[in-house]
T-cell receptor
Framework: KAGVTQTPRYLIKTRGQQVTLSCSPI?????VSWYQQTPGQGLQFLFE???????NKGNFPGRFSGRQFSNSRSEMNVSTLELGDSALYLC??????????????FGPGTRLLVL | SQKIEQNSEALNIQEGKTATLTCNYT??????LQWYRQDPGRGPVFLLL?????KEKRKERLKVTFDTTLKQSLFHITASQPADSATYLC????????????????FGKGTHLIIQP
């Protein structure tokens, strides 16, 4: 079974631009979560989508948004990019809603650099 | 909100010895705690999950303990090998009344483990 895939793997943008990242979960998985990872803050939860609905949201500004399609694929968008948005963005999928029951399977991440 | 602390400094262990990593948490009492391994440039990989009513969990050379009184989990790698060198993250999820984690999985910043030959 193919793992979680994320595209693109690397991205360079300038301040003020917007960016869209894509995530394809493991086949059959219905939950997709997004995380931001930086050396200073570590892994921080952005949001979780399940059955095309945002179920949970972390403490990030409204510039960060996402959506999930009927095939469970998810996209994450960041508008008006700031230098501090430079990070590794990780997508994780699980069979059911993220919870203590569920193992999360992470993709390789998208490395975003904002100049 | 939940706070998780892991040793921020790198842990250097000689090959063949047991590596012990610590994860401390505050404010809540998670029902479950997970451990992940992350290699440079890759996403975390799930290793073990331990429940609050399980004092210890083992998987091959890995062992995890969970002390809800101390609010601490210990992660052990026995007979360590250079291939075990990686960053190890602990994560927990609060069993909310809604049945899911209100804040998603909360991760520690991880401990960088270096196994020297």
């Amino acid at each position: 079974k193919a793992g979680v895939t994320q595209t693109p793997r690397y991205l360079i943008k300038t301040r003020g631009q917007q960016v869209t990242l894509s995530c394809s979960p493991i086949s059959g998985h219905r939950s997709v979560s997004w995380y931001q990872q930086t050396p200073g803050q570590g892994l921080q939860f952005l949001f979780e989508y399940f059955s095309e609905t945002q179920r949970n949201k972390g403490n990030f500004p409204g510039r960060f948004s996402g959506r999930q399609f009927s095939n469970s694929r998810s996209e994450m968008n960041v508008s008006t990019l700031e230098l501090g948005d430079s990070a590794l963005y990780l997508c994780a999928s699980s069979l059911l809603r993220t919870s203590w029951r569920e193992t999360q399977y992470f993709g390789p991440g998208t490395r975003l650099l904002v100049l | 909100s939940q706070k998780i602390e892991q040793n921020s400094e790198a842990l250097n262990i000689q090959e063949g010895k047991t590596a012990t990593l610590t994860c401390n948490y505050t404010n809540y009492s998670p029902a479950y705690l997970q451990w992940y391994r992350q290699d440079p440039g890759r996403g975390p990989v799930f290793l073990l999950l331990i429940r609050e009513n399980e004092k210890e969990k083992r998987k091959e050379r890995l062992k995890v303990t969970f002390d809800t009184t101390l609010k601490q989990s210990l992660f052990h790698i026995t007979a360590s090998q250079p291939a075990d060198s990686a960053t190890y993250l602990c994560a927990l999820d609060i069993v909310g009344y809604s049945g899911g984690g209100a804040d998603g999985l909360t991760f520690g910043k991880g401990t960088h483990l270096i196994i020297q030959p």
